[in-house]
C-alpha cells in the first residue's frame, strides 16, 4: 500500500505563487512517474494532467502551465514538488498527486486526497 499527502495549497492572488508537495510512503520499492493533476469546479469538469516527471527527471506539461509551473521530485525522500508561478483565476482547482510504480513486486498507481488551490483575481 502506497499513500500520497498533498500540501501547500491555499488561497493567493493573481499573478502571485504556490509551491504543492506530496510525499509518498508506504511498501515503495520504485516510483517511476509522479505528477499533479488538477479539477476545476466547474460542473462536468474532467482531471486534467499539470505535470508529470519520471524517476530521470525527464518532464511533461500541460500547455496551459508552460512556462508558469515547474515540476521537481526528491528521489531520497520520495517527494515531487509543483512550483506555481504567476497564477491566474483559471488555475483554480483541486490538484491531486499521483504516483506510479512498484510496491514489492506489484505495478501500483496511488493518488492522494487533493489540495484546494485558489486564485482571486
Known amino acids: 500500500q502506497v499513500q500520497l499527502v498533498e500540501s501547500g495549497g491555499g488561497l493567493v492572488q493573481a499573478g502571485g505563487s504556490l509551491r504543492l508537495s506530496c510525499a509518498a510512503s508506504?511498501?515503495?520499492?520504485?516510483?517511476?512517474?509522479m505528477g499533479w493533476y488538477r479539477q476545476a469546479p466547474a460542473p462536468g469538469k474532467q482531471r486534467e494532467l499539470v505535470?508529470?516527471?519520471?524517476?530521470?527527471?525527464?518532464?511533461n506539461y500541460s500547455d496551459s502551465v508552460k512556462g508558469r509551473f515547474t515540476i521537481s521530485r526528491d528521489n531520497a525522500k520520495n517527494v515531487v514538488y509543483l512550483q506555481m508561478n504567476s497564477l491566474k483565476p483559471e488555475d483554480t482547482a483541486v490538484y491531486y498527486c499521483?504516483?506510479?510504480?512498484?510496491?514489492?513486486?506489484?505495478?501500483?498507481?496511488?493518488w492522494g486526497h487533493g489540495t484546494q488551490v485558489t486564485v482571486s483575481s
Open positions: 499521483n504516483a506510479e510504480g512498484l510496491a514489492y513486486t506489484k505495478l501500483f498507481s496511488s
Open positions: 508506504g511498501s515503495i520499492f520504485s516510483l517511476n512517474i
Open positions: 505535470a508529470a516527471i519520471t524517476s530521470k527527471d525527464s518532464t
